[in-house]
Each structure stands twice: as structure tokens, then as C-alpha cells.
């Protein structure tokens, strides 16, 4: 079982490394993109449970230590 | 339109960010955890244009800025 955790800056907090992103790629020639924000995705692979049990358990895990929900959001799937 | 590319590291490269937030989530007390991986999920809002268009253009960027392709592999997912 694979559980895959976005995490991401809320709205509003400023992503300078998206924003550096935005930058290199423009004075590489793309043209077009109005935004770019940079997250993380990690992805766990746990011992067989339940969808209902991992996705508790990915959800205490994302609070207690792979998001800051201070200024990150996540969201989690469950994959296989 | 949005693209999100999901960029990690290739099978077989080691990930010591994963093993650290691994060995993080046990010694909290999560256990039944096999594996740990972290990568980037970037998202890039561009302007309007047709699906395989913004294809081909963050195909690009992936090859050429957003992913070391040595070590790195991507996907990438538009929507809207």
C-alpha cells in the first residue's frame, strides 16, 4: 500500500523558490506561465491496512511532522 | 490551464531526505512504515493553450531546468 502526501505553501505565502523557477525559465525563452509554486510530494509505503486505518494514520503523520501547518497545506491519496 | 510535474528521484538513487523523515516517523511511534520517498511536485499556471501544446512546452522545462534527468524522473499532469 502507497499513501503519496502533497504538501504545498498556502495561498498567499510568498515561494521564492517557485518564484525562482518562474524567473529561470522565462530568460530560458518560455513565455506564458503566469505562476509557478513549488511543493513536495512524499510518498510512504506501509505495511498492508486498511484504506480507512492508512489514511489516519498518513493524516497524523502529515500534522505531526510532514507538513507546517503553520503556512503548508496537504493533501493525501491512497494508491494500490 | 495548470501542469503539476511531479519530479523524484530514480529507483535506486538514494534519498536521504526520505530516510531522515523515515527514521523521524518512528521515533514518534509510526511504525509499519517500509519506505520513505521525497521529491518536488511543481505547479505552473500558464496561459491559455491547447492541452498538447502545454504538454510539449513543460516537457521541455522539465527536461531543461525543472528535473536533473541523471538521477531524476517526472511526470507531468495537466488540468483544467
Chains 1, 2 share one sequence.
Not at 517557485?18 to 510512504?44: N, P, T, Y
Not at 480507512?52 to 511532522?65: D, G, N, Q, R
Amino acid at each position: 500500500m502507497k499513501a503519496i502526501v502533497n504538501v504545498y505553501l498556502k495561498q498567499g505565502v510568498l515561494d521564492p523558490q517557485g518564484k525562482a523557477a518562474h524567473h529561470a525559465l522565462e530568460s530560458l525563452g518560455f513565455h506564458g506561465i503566469e505562476d509557478v509554486r513549488i511543493g513536495k510530494q512524499i510518498v510512504i509505503k506501509l505495511d498492508s491496512m486498511s484504506k480507512e486505518e492508512a489514511i489516519t494514520k498518513v493524516k497524523e503523520m502529515s500534522e505531526t511532522l510532514l507538513a507546517n501547518t503553520v503556512i503548508e497545506d496537504y493533501d493525501i491519496e491512497i494508491v494500490q
